[in-house]
């Protein structure tokens, strides 16, 4: 069955610090993948997304994902986090039909 | 600003009312995707329709029922309201069935 694990429930980091949201998935083919960000009290905002192709996918506001396939992952990855990183960041898989399928999220803490 | 409406943004109501709760697309997006949100359940995936048809229901409760219009707009509505129905409620539409998602900014439901 498809399924989205975010193994990290809360992630605190120091401001200017790289950061790294893990996501793993469970598919039996190549689905597609999102990275979400919401903000308290505000709707989910789309990062970015990857469907096929390059595996290294650029989203807005300088985040990054990488697919590996071998490693059933989907991690979202930023060099350095400014304060208003500060959100709550889901990742998502699609069959690409209609199942849709969102992780329980990762709560990102910064430190200034 | 996603391009999905949702209207109201609040609402309070009283136990055992009904209540309808209405969105609306981008412009062009057959998708339709209803979520509730709230802070024991995280973010649960409701209903999806494309292009006026059911194409998928998650968690949803027999005293909720969504459709959607051929001008491409959503309602879901909520009957015989239980204290435990307060949650956030979040409307997405996407260009088609699995792509990605644009979120409207939620109906704040309280049940008093």
């Known amino acids: 069955a498809q399924s989205v694990t975010q193994p990290d429930i809360h992630i605190t980091v120091s401001e200017g610090a790289s950061l790294e949201l893990r996501c793993n998935y469970s598919?039996?083919?190549?689905?597609?993948l999102f990275w979400y960000v919401q903000s308290p009290g505000q709707g989910l905002q789309l990062l970015l997304k990857y469907f096929s192709g390059d595996t290294l996918v650029q989203g807005i506001k300088g985040f990054e994902a990488e697919f590996k396939r071998s490693q059933s992952s989907f991690n979202l990855r930023k060099p350095s986090v400014h304060w208003s990183d500060a959100a709550e960041y889901f990742c998502a898989s699609s069959s690409g039909t209609y199942k849709y399928i969102f992780g329980t999220g990762t709560r990102l803490k910064v430190l200034a | 600003d996603s391009g999905v409406t949702q209207t109201p943004k609040h609402l309070i109501t009283a136990t055992g009312q009904r209540v309808t709760l209405r969105c609306s697309p981008r412009s062009g997006d057959l998708s339709v995707y209803w979520y509730q949100q709230s802070l024991d359940q995280g973010l649960q995936f409701l209903i999806q329709y494309y292009n006026g048809e059911e194409r998928a229901k998650g968690n949803i409760l027999e005293r909720f029922s969504a459709q959607q219009f051929p001008d491409l707009h959503s309602e879901l509505n909520l009957s015989s309201l239980e204290l435990g129905d307060s949650a956030l409620y979040f409307c997405a539409s996407s260009v088609e069935a699995g792509g990605a998602q644009y979120f409207g900014p939620g109906t704040r439901l309280t049940v008093l």
């Open positions: 598919y039996g083919a190549t689905p597609y």
